[in-house]
């Protein structure tokens, strides 16, 4: 099963950026879709952005404009780069991968927008 690793966590403040990478053990090819929640404390999870193998790219209204997902390194990597941080954008952010035969998640990065 493939494993994903994330990194790029951190401390912000207020209108600041972060970029969050996650790796995944294999490089992805077929039909596959990746991409992020992210689960804010005493929240549900919730879909961030999510990237196809066909390049179909989708965000949630919140970050729209704010945030861009792309894929790095043929298939095996996929960052985040978060600009214009909220509060609101503090969560533990969680890379995901979705395709044929399963899922997987990465254990988390903890994001922080505060001053």
């Known amino acids: 099963q493939v494993q994903l690793v994330e990194s790029g966590g ?52 919140s970050v729209k404009g704010r945030f861009t997902i792309s894929k790095v390194n043929a298939n095996n990597t996929v960052d985040l780069q978060m600009n214009s941080l909220k509060p609101e954008d503090t969560a533990v952010y969680y890379c995901w991968v979705a395709k044929v035969g399963g899922q997987a998640w990465g254990q988390g990065t903890q994001v922080t927008v505060s001053s």
């Open 10 to 61: 951190g401390v912000v403040q207020p209108g600041g950026s972060l970029r969050l990478s996650c790796v995944a053990s294999e490089r992805l090819t077929g039909l596959y879709v990746m991409g992020w929640y992210r689960q804010a404390p005493e929240k549900q999870r919730e879909l961030v952005a999510t990237i196809s193998n066909y390049n179909i790219i989708n965000y949630v209204d």
